[in-house]
């Protein structure tokens, strides 16, 4: 499969405590993009990482990116309850449409 | 700050009626795209648009699926006569141009389609 495997899959933690999320694929990339999810809503667009950058910040998020492992991790440090969501990575497709191809998606739920 | 918009937020129908979904991307992007995602499943792509034609679509945009941008700001995402399995939310997305070096898609909040 082309799409980004995502893990883990659903992730329960404390308000505080910083949450890791990690993503594989399987073919070359130009960039990684992470996406959030609120239960029931639109995508809000997180943070993008080229494929020349190994690390990528954002507030408090940090993002990975191993090309050689073809894989990237998404850093929530001190998370909050707002931070409960889903988040996915996603990558362009090959065909050069700009069209994303999306994990599964790891659902983070940060209690209060 | 712009936003993609989309109406309906949720739409109800009957299996074998026509739906048509629409979506106003931000006034100077290019390219547009409908994903669609089924409650608890991951997104998918179901076609791009650009240059008022298809760029690509996907397996699941079959013929019962059309798209059109019939003015300078609305794009619509038509399926003919709805099944069961349409039932999903459906984003639309749009993106200034592809070749940047941020290339971000903008997506909009999503219309739920039920079909009963």
């Known amino acids: 499969s082309q799409q980004g495997e995502e893990d883990p899959q659903a992730l329960s933690i404390q308000e505080g405590e910083n949450a890791t999320m990690n993503c594989s694929y399987k073919?070359?990339?130009?960039?990684l993009q992470w996406y959030r999810q609120n239960s029931g809503r639109g995508l809000v667009h997180l943070i993008l990482?080229?494929?020349?950058?190994r690390e990528k910040h954002s507030g408090r998020l940090r993002v990975t990116l191993d090309t050689s492992k073809k894989s990237s991790s998404l850093l929530i440090t001190a998370s909050r309850a707002a931070d409960t969501a889903s988040y996915f990575c996603a990558r362009h497709g090959s065909s050069n449409t700009g069209k994303l191809i999306f994990g599964q998606g790891t659902t983070l739920q940060v209690k209060p | 700050e712009p936003e993609v918009t989309q109406t309906p937020s949720h739409q109800v129908t009957q299996m074998g009626q026509e739906v048509i979904l629409r979506c106003v991307p931000i006034s100077n992007h290019l390219y547009f795209y409908w994903y669609r995602q089924i409650l608890g499943q991951k997104v998918e792509f179901l076609v791009s648009?650009?240059?008022?034609?298809?760029?690509?679509k996907s397996e699941i945009f079959d013929d019962q699926f059309s798209v059109e941008r019939p003015d300078g700001s609305n794009f619509t995402l038509k399926i003919r006569s709805t099944k069961l399995e349409d039932s999903a939310m459906y984003f639309c997305?749009?993106?200034?141009?592809?070749?940047?070096?941020?290339?971000?898609?903008?997506f909009g909040p999503g219309t739920r389609l039920t079909v009963l």
């Open positions: 997305a749009s993106l200034r141009r592809r070749h940047s070096d941020y290339n971000e898609q903008f």
């Open positions: 073919t070359s990339i130009n960039n």
């Open positions: 648009f650009y240059n008022n034609e298809i760029s690509e």
């Open positions: 990482i080229r494929s020349n950058e």
